[in-house]
């Protein structure tokens, strides 16, 4: 988007433009990561790699075609400072614009040329009406966009009904905890490859369990992309 000079020097006013990543001021060619830290932050470069760090958090657990991250992601790191931005200041045009980093590479990677749709891990929908917005979601926004395909964050969604869980039973209780997530239009999705994305993964376990349900879908081939992979 471009504005008038004053609306930008307003902007600016609100929002100093420092990069989301090291907070040095940004040279007005650069937006949202300064060009020292584009270059230096820690690319996995997995979705070029065959048995990746990232593919053998799943074997054993889910059937993935394909994985990839951003960046390896450590505590107090540049990475680390980025993701906080995107999840608790505000900062959605982090989320899209690390996700047209990442969606350009695979853009470039014949194993995700036939990625037909971008498909955000749902946020608990209290959370997301706290935050305001859905972190992942961002990202597969930007992902998205440069791969020039769709995101579609209405076809599988998490589930809430805490309303009613009190007044079940301790075993309908679990039931519902283990039916987290839920897809509302599988022909949306059926006999597509779907990329799902999340922001950092850890242990994998959300997505393995988003995974399952996802590969219950007819025809439907798995991907998982993220910005942060938090290596142990
Ligand atoms: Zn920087």
């Known amino acids: 988007m471009k504005f008038p000079g004053f609306i930008e020097d307003f902007i600016s006013l609100l929002y100093p433009r420092v990069c989301a990543a090291c907070g040095n001021s940004l040279f007005k060619h650069e937006e949202i990561i300064c060009t020292y830290c584009l270059y ?3 690319k996995t470069n997995y ?3 065959k048995e990746s760090p990232l593919d053998k ?3 054993g657990r889910a059937r993935l075609a394909n994985t990839a991250a951003l960046y390896n992601f450590q505590k107090k790191s540049k990475v680390q400072h980025l993701i906080h931005q995107l999840k608790y200041k505000g900062r959605m045009d982090v989320g899209i614009h690390l996700g047209k980093i990442l969606g350009a590479d695979l853009l470039k990677a014949d194993a995700f040329s036939d990625v037909a749709k971008v498909v955000p891990v749902p946020l608990h929908s209290g959370k997301q009406r706290k935050r305001g917005y859905n972190q992942s979601e961002q990202f597969a926004i930007g992902l998205a ?3 020039n395909i769709e995101m579609d964050a209405t076809s599988f969604i998490r589930t809430t009904n805490t309303e009613t869980q009190t007044r079940k039973s301790r075993f309908a209780r679990w039931e519902n905890v283990k039916e987290i997530f839920k897809v509302t239009a599988p022909a949306e999705l059926a006999n597509r490859h779907i990329l799902l994305v999340d922001d950092v993964i850890t ?3 959300t997505l393995e369990s988003a995974a399952h349900i996802l590969l ?3 025809g439907v081939k798995l991907s998982v992309a993220c910005i942060g992979f938090a290596r142990d």
């Open 40 to 42: 230096h932050l820690p």
């Open 47 to 49: 979705h070029l790699i």
């Open 57 to 59: 958090v799943f074997w």
């Open 145 to 147: 966009h440069a791969m």
């Open 203 to 205: 242990t994998g376990a």
């Open 216 to 218: 219950s879908i007819e």
